[in-house]
C-alpha cells in the first residue's frame, strides 16, 4: 500500500489553492492565495482578472505546499485537481498545470468536482478526528450536504457505497446563491468584499426582527411553465424532480432590501461612514466599532436579512433531511463560516436528535485540501482521469 499522498490543486474562482493530504485524512499542508483584494475594487469576480491571478500564483502555490508539507513531487502518489464547476479560464489554469506535472512524474491524475470537494472538507475532518489515517474505506449513514457558497446552493444526498461516495441532488437554487446575496447586499449598502464576513460581523450587533423578510414558498412546477432558467447551474442539472419544497430563491430578497434601503434612506448615511472602515480592510468586532460604521437601522436591517436567508437554508435543510431519513446533516461552503448559520443549525440539529458538522472556517471556503481529500476514494478505486480532461465550467455533481 503506498503512503497515499496526494497534491491537489484548487483554482476554479478566486482563489489559487494547493495541498498535500495524506490518506484523505491527515492535511500536511494547505496553502491558499487570495486575489480578494484585485476583485473587490469591482464589487465581484472578474473573470479574466481571476486567470491571470492564477497564472501568477499556481507555481509558487504549488511548491509553498510541497515545502511546507516537506515533500517533493517524487513522494507523492497522485495528482487532483478541480475540473469544474467553475470559470472556464481560471480551471484551466489548475488543470494544464495538474496535467503537465503528472505527465512529467508519470502520476496518476484524479478530476475532482468542485462541489464534491466542498462536501469532503468536512469528511476530511470526520476522518482526521476519527484517526482513519490508516485510508479504510469510508462507510455509515447517508448525509445530507447543503453547499452554500458563492456560486451554490445545492442540497444532496450522500452515501457512501464500497467506500466511494454516490450524491444524489435533492434541492437547489433556481437563481442566485446564498453567498451571492450576501455578497450583493453588502455591495448594495457600500459594505466590503466578499460580503459574507461583513454582513456576519455587523449583523451581531441589529436587531434581526425588525424587517420581516420572508421567502414565499415556490410553488409547484412554476419554475417549469415555459420559462428557461436563469442561471448558468440551473440549466446544468434536472429540477423537474425535484421535491419543490427544498428548492431555493434569492433573487428576491435581495431586491427587497434594496427596495428598504431606498424606502428608508438607509444608502447615503451606510457610505459615507463605510469609506473609513473600507480601508482598515477588516469587519468592525465590537459594537461600537459597527455603530461608528453604520446607523442602528442599517445594523436592524442587516441582521433581518441574514436572519431571514438563515432561517430559509436550517428550514429547507432539515425538511430535507427529515423526509430523506438522514440523521445526519454536513454543511460545507463559503456561508457555513457564519456564526449565527453554525448555532442556529446547531440547536436545530440537537433538539431533531440529529448531527450536524461543518469544515473549519479555514475549510468552509475555497482550499485544495478539500480536492484532494475528495480523491482519494478515487484513487483507491483507480479512477483516473484521460489525458484529454478539459475544464467544464457547468459540470454538474450526482444524478
Ligand atoms: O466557497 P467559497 O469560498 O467560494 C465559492 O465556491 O463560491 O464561498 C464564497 C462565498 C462568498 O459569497 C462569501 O460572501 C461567502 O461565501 N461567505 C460568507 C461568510 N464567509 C464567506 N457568507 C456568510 N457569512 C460568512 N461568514
Ligand atoms: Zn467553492
Redesign the pocket.
Known amino acids: 500500500m503506498p503512503p497515499g499522498l496526494i497534491l491537489g490543486i484548487e483554482s476554479s474562482?478566486d482563489e489559487t489553492a494547493a495541498a498535500v493530504v495524506e490518506r484523505g485524512a491527515r492535511t500536511l499542508s494547505s496553502v491558499v492565495a487570495s486575489q480578494i483584494s484585485v476583485h473587490a475594487t469591482y464589487g465581484g469576480v472578474v473573470p479574466e482578472l481571476a486567470s491571470r491571478e492564477h497564472l501568477r500564483a499556481i507555481v509558487p502555490v504549488v511548491r509553498a505546499a510541497l515545502d511546507q508539507a516537506h515533500v517533493t513531487l517524487a513522494d507523492l502518489d497522485a495528482i487532483a485537481v478541480t475540473s469544474g464547476p467553475g470559470l472556464a479560464g481560471a480551471l484551466l489554469v489548475g488543470i494544464t498545470y495538474a496535467k503537465a506535472l503528472a505527465f512529467a512524474r508519470s502520476l496518476p491524475l484524479i478530476a475532482v468536482n468542485?462541489l464534491e470537494g466542498?462536501i469532503h472538507a468536512v469528511l476530511l475532518q470526520q476522518r482526521q478526528k476519527a484517526g482513519a489515517a490508516d485510508g479504510k474505506p469510508d462507510e455509515g449513514d447517508a448525509a445530507l450536504a447543503l453547499v452554500v457558497?458563492?456560486?451554490?446552493t445545492h442540497l444532496y444526498l450522500a452515501r457512501p457505497i464500497d467506500g466511494a461516495w454516490s450524491y444524489t441532488l435533492v434541492g437547489r437554487t433556481l437563481d442566485d446563491a446564498a453567498?451571492?446575496a450576501?455578497?450583493k447586499v453588502a455591495k448594495l449598502l457600500g459594505l466590503g468584499y466578499?460580503?459574507?464576513?461583513w454582513?456576519?460581523a455587523l449583523a451581531r450587533f441589529g436587531d434581526p426582527h425588525a424587517v420581516p423578510f420572508s421567502f414565499a414558498q415556490i410553488k409547484p412546477k412554476a419554475h417549469l411553465q415555459g420559462k428557461a432558467p436563469r442561471t448558468k447551474a440551473a440549466r446544468t442539472a434536472p429540477i423537474a424532480d425535484l421535491d419543490t419544497h427544498f428548492l431555493f430563491s434569492f433573487s428576491g430578497i435581495k431586491t427587497a432590501v434594496l427596495r428598504y434601503v431606498e424606502l428608508h434612506n438607509l444608502r447615503p448615511e451606510a457610505q459615507a461612514r463605510i469609506a473609513p472602515m473600507l480601508a482598515m480592510g477588516r469587519p468592525p468586532q465590537t459594537r461600537e466599532a459597527a455603530l461608528s460604521l453604520c446607523l442602528q437601522p442599517t445594523l436592524d436591517l442587516i441582521a433581518s436579512f441574514q436572519h431571514a436567508v438563515v432561517g430559509d437554508l436550517m428550514k429547507k435543510t432539515f425538511a430535507a433531511a427529515e423526509s430523506l431519513a438522514a440523521s445526519r446533516i454536513l454543511v460545507t461552503?463559503?456561508?457555513a463560516?457564519?456564526r449565527e448559520l453554525r448555532a442556529r443549525f446547531s440547536a436545530e440539529a440537537e433538539r431533531r436528535h440529529l448531527t450536524v458538522a461543518f469544515p473549519t472556517l479555514e475549510l468552509s471556503?475555497?482550499n485544495a485540501a478539500m480536492i484532494a481529500a475528495a480523491a482519494w476514494p478515487r484513487f483507491l478505486a483507480g479512477d483516473f482521469a484521460p489525458a484529454s480532461i478539459s475544464a467544464d465550467p457547468s459540470l454538474a455533481l450526482g444524478r
Open positions: 474562482c468542485h466542498h457558497s458563492g456560486g451554490h453567498g451571492e450576501y455578497d466578499p460580503g459574507g464576513p454582513i456576519d461552503g463559503g456561508v463560516a457564519n471556503t475555497d
